[in-house]
């Protein structure tokens, strides 16, 4: 089963940095898109940042001036560079991966996979 590791979350003061780092294990198959979730208390799982096999990262307005992402593809693993935190980048930050495997059958099946989170806390 695919297994993904993050770390680096935790407490900040407004205006600091963090790195939240993830790395992918037990992969059969190839990993096409890597990026980054969030989910704050009481609303939705947001996109923060994604990245593909060929390196062109997406990022949602709100965030792209201050977070960067980057890959190490010999090592299935992501990371999340984030400047100048707000408090209300506080949550919990979850790491997927889009896998690609092919079928016995024939052809492929595409499935994604999630870290367990890691937690930010950005204080005022």
């Known amino acids: 089963q695919v297994q993904l590791v993050e770390s680096g979350g935790g407490l900040v003061q407004a205006g600091g940095s963090l790195r939240l780092s993830c790395a992918a294990s037990r992969i059969t198959g190839t990993v096409n898109t890597m990026g980054w979730y969030r989910q704050a208390p009481g609303k939705q799982r947001e996109l923060v940042a994604q990245?593909?096999?060929?390196?062109?990262?997406n990022y949602p307005i709100s965030m792209k001036d201050r977070f960067v992402i980057t890959r190490d593809m010999s090592k299935n693993a992501v990371s999340l560079q984030m400047n100048s935190l707000k408090p209300e980048d506080t949550a919990v930050y979850f790491c997927y991966c889009d896998l690609r495997r092919l079928r016995d059958s024939g052809g492929y099946s595409d499935d994604t996979y999630w870290g367990q989170g890691t937690q930010v806390t950005v204080s005022s």
């Open positions: 990245i593909t096999r060929d390196g062109i990262a």
